[in-house]
T-cell receptor
Framework: GQQVMQIPQYQHVQEGEDFTTYCNSSTTLSNIQWYKQRPGGHPVFLIQLVKSGEVKKQKRLTFQFGEAKKNSSLHITATQTTDVGTYFCAEPPWSNTGKLIFGQGTTLQVKP | EPEVTQTPSHQVTQMGQEVILRCVPISNHLYFYWYRQILGQKVEFLVSFYNNEISEKSEIFDDQFSVERPDGSNFTLKIRSTKLEDSAMYFC??????????FGQGTRLTVV
């Protein structure tokens, strides 16, 4: 079935270090979305990438969509303790009912 | 800011019992979803609902599950005869035409 593979599963960093999570798909994606889930919380939409090679920034977060639209990454510069949580990429399949297929998520721990 | 609300926040039920999880989506949204997340795992799509009918469902959404939108505001997920493996966090989500899916805070279902 459809799935996006996300790595790493866990990442522990020292506050101030950078962090990157990667999503890969075996098929071409129509677009890709990123969500953040704080511990004990619910997924919160961060961004959607649509165009091949697209790069978007939100403050310290940089999102990239691969040229072939089969992979994506989220990079956080100079992590802070508020960045703690699980970051999910999510694929809306071409069926367009709007459902999301989530990656396994990368859980980020930040040591102060 | 509008939000998706879910009740109850936590439900404990005995195996074999029926449960109804309730959601109030954002009022002008058109697309409604249920997802579940087993502890420590990824968010999984269950069902999408549009124009008063199911538009898509996953393999998880078998005959034990049903959804209803009994009035203009509520959106419910019913599990007829709960099993231990139904224990999970259940998230309701809604969206308008735009990209972003808004998730509720979730109902933690514990089947004992």
């Amino acid at each position: 079935g459809q799935q996006v593979m996300q790595i790493p599963q866990y990442q522990h960093v020292q506050e101030g270090e950078d962090f990157t999570t990667y999503c890969n798909s075996s098929t071409t994606l129509s677009n890709i979305q990123w969500y953040k889930q704080r511990p004990g919380g619910h997924p919160v939409f961060l961004i959607q990438l649509v165009k091949s090679g697209e790069v978007k920034k939100q403050k310290r977060l940089t999102f990239q969509f691969g040229e072939a639209k089969k992979n994506s990454s989220l990079h956080i510069t100079a992590t802070q303790t508020t960045d703690v949580g699980t970051y999910f990429c999510a694929e809306p399949p071409w069926s367009n009912t709007g459902k999301l297929i989530f990656g396994q998520g990368t859980t980020l721990q930040v040591k102060p | 800011e509008p939000e998706v609300t879910q009740t109850p926040s936590h439900q404990v039920t005995q195996m074999g019992q029926e449960v109804i999880l309730r959601c109030v989506p954002i009022s002008n949204h058109l697309y409604f979803y249920w997802y579940r997340q087993i502890l420590g795992q990824k968010v999984e799509f269950l069902v999408s609902f549009y124009n008063n009918e199911i538009s898509e469902k996953s393999e998880i959404f078998d005959d034990q599950f049903s959804v209803e939108r009994p009035d203009g505001s509520n959106f419910t997920l019913k599990i007829r005869s709960t099993k231990l493996e139904d224990s999970a966090m259940y998230f309701c989500a809604s969206r308008l035409e735009a990209v972003e899916a808004f998730f509720g805070q979730g109902t933690r279902l514990t089947v004992v």
